[in-house]
């Protein structure tokens, strides 16, 4: 692809990406972290909802913007990492990768598709769920094991909700 | 080179992004460090909100249980349910303090010993990710909560505090793969080191396959680990079997059973008793006489059977040829010769237990010395077709 091609691009993405409301981008993932810290206490199998994972992947991808996307990823692992008994850094790896890979596709495939979001939110949650295993290994040196059945599963239930969840959040969209 | 840069901006703010990150992890596993700043702002932040969430949703749902459908019974619940937490844990120390005077020789540090120190705690929110398990309680080092404090319930154990911050405190539970606590067993006394599993249940290791533990066993906590002091229940033995070279040890964890919401921080521990092991009482069923009349009455036996009943009935012939009343020992009586040979012809009394004084020679006096009669020899019977059906005259004993 060529510089010029590349311009183009950036010019199509500018006029492609959705606008929000400022104070969604605090908002949102602070209560996506809210509800993974505080609603697991009385609903224990909702622990298994990623939502953090979620708002990181739909603003990566409704923004169309790999730096905004990998940053947005970035902050939210590191909060993430924070309220955990993880090393810092561990989801904020996973989360980067999520957020970039999350905005490189938003860039080239229609992301306002239903089914489009269902794929891509299985996909990258399944990636990030190896990627966080590979680190555990790698980096710590901690036995872990990855049961990819179980990741399938926990990554399809997860696109369903997420799927909702994005429509949801399409409302705070200004551009719509 | 600006239109390289230009060009590979996102993919360079990317490497950018993850080298950072990869260096702070290196800073922090290598030199096992950590960076608290980033955590007490997540923290910070996080848990006022949760604390704020927990006390609408606890003031709102206490209202409506309250006033609409509970009204007094679910304060009164909850101050019972504090009142039996209180007991429970004066109970256990009772207990404790009564083992310790049936031994009579811990009365000076009965005397000595203070319970524990500890601050109430609330639950106010769990950690992120999977795969550890971390809970977040409102109180921290404010309240005088520190870095590496056990956590308690009257039930047993729940974790201890991996990190205080000023108004909350991160607890790392029981079951995380991290935590580990020295622990006892309660009937055995078996060392070992609770670890967490990442699930539901722990592991105690380093328990040597020649040690004892029993399924359902309970341990307690060792204070071996400076931590907990000794004393405090941990869970009961749900599965034990030898390893390669250690004991494969599972426990369920007491105080996770169910999941609490209200906890202790223990300030200062002091240490207590293992309880001693009381095995639970066998239940035997023991029927009613079936004829209690009868119980005087001697029963009758029928043939023998085993080798002790021959030899029995053996040495009651040669006491009766050698006209020797067992467990009658006169002093200069002469003693009863066992091996003479006995008479076939001799008649066997009948089965049953023998009544010494029906029949037989009369009782010799005290200190009168019986001779047999070796001049008169037995008369020769006429040729029997069968043996004499009465009493045949004693063989004189071969001395």
């Known amino acids: 692809m060529s510089y010029a091609s590349d311009r183009e691009l950036a010019v199509d993405r500018t006029a492609r990406s959705s606008r929000f409301k400022p104070w969604a981008f605090f908002a949102i993932p602070i209560l996506a972290i809210l509800f993974q810290v505080y609603v697991p206490l009385f609903l224990p199998f909702l622990s298994y909802l990623e939502l953090p994972l979620m708002v990181v992947i739909y603003f990566a991808l409704m923004r169309r913007s790999q730096v905004r996307g990998l940053f947005i990823g970035a902050l939210v692992g590191l909060a993430q990492d924070s309220l955990s008994n993880n090393p810092l850094g561990m989801f904020g790896i996973c989360n980067t990768l999520v957020g970039y890979f999350a905005a490189s596709f938003g860039l080239k495939i229609d992301v306002e598709q239903p089914f489009v979001r269902l794929l891509m939110t299985f996909l990258l949650f399944f990636f990030q769920k190896f990627l966080y295993w590979v680190l555990t290994r790698a980096l710590l040196a901690q036995p872990s094991l990855f049961d990819w059945r179980e990741t399938a599963i926990l990554a399809a239930l997860n696109s369903v909700v997420g799927v909702f969840l994005y429509h949801f959040l399409d409302r705070l969209r200004e551009d719509r | ?399």
């Open chain 2, 1 to 399: 080179m600006e239109n390289l840069i230009n060009r590979y901006r996102n993919f360079t703010t990317l490497i950018l992004v993850l080298f950072a990150q990869l260096i702070l992890l290196a800073y922090q596993v290598k030199g096992n460090k950590d960076v608290p700043l980033l955590r007490v702002w997540a923290v910070t932040a996080v848990t006022p909100i949760a604390t704020l969430v927990e006390d609408v949703r606890s003031g709102v749902s206490g209202f409506f249980e309250n006033y609409f459908t509970l009204r007094d019974v679910r304060s009164e619940n909850k101050q019972m349910r504090e009142e039996m937490g209180r007991l429970k844990l004066e109970n256990q120390f009772l207990k404790t303090e009564l083992s310790t005077a049936e031994r009579a020789k811990a009365l000076a540090s009965f005397s000595a010993r203070s319970p524990s120190k500890m601050v109430a705690a609330r639950i106010v929110g769990t950690g992120t990710g999977g795969n550890n398990k971390v809970v977040f309680i409102d109180r921290g080092a404010n309240a005088g909560v520190q870095k590496g404090m056990g956590v308690v319930t009257p039930d047993g154990i729940v974790g201890n505090v991996l990190a205080a911050y000023p108004t909350a405190s991160k607890v790392l539970l029981v079951t995380d793969p991290g935590f580990a606590a020295g622990v006892i067993s309660q009937k055995n006394h078996v060392r070992g080191v609770l670890k967490g599993l990442g699930y539901g249940r722990c592991r105690v290791d380093y328990v040597e396959n020649e040690q004892k533990v029993d399924m359902g066993e309970e341990f307690f906590t060792s204070g071996d680990d400076r931590v907990y002091p000794q004393g405090i229940p941990v869970g009961k033995v749900t599965a034990v079997h030898d390893g390669t070279s250690v004991k494969e040890i599972y426990v369920s964890p007491a105080a996770l059973e169910q999941s609490p919401e209200d906890v202790l921080v223990i300030l200062e521990g002091v240490n207590q008793i293992v309880p001693e092991y009381q095995a639970p009482a066998k239940q035997v069923y023991l029927g009613p006489d079936p004829n209690p009349q009868a119980a005087d009455t001697p029963t009758t036996t029928g043939p023998l059977q085993t080798t002790a009943d021959k030899v029995m009935e053996k040495y009651k012939q040669i006491g009766e040829q050698e006209n020797h009343k067992y467990g009658v020992n006169p002093s200069g009586a002469r003693p009863i010769d066992f091996n003479i040979k006995l008479n076939p012809n001799a008649p066997k009394p009948a089965p049953g237990p023998v009544k010494p004084d029906a029949g037989g020679p009369p009782k010799p006096a005290p200190g009168e010395v019986i001779e047999p009669d070796v001049t008169e020899a037995p008369k020769p019977a006429p040729k029997p077709a069968t043996p004499p059906a009465g009493p045949a005259s004693p063989a004189p004993a071969p001395r």
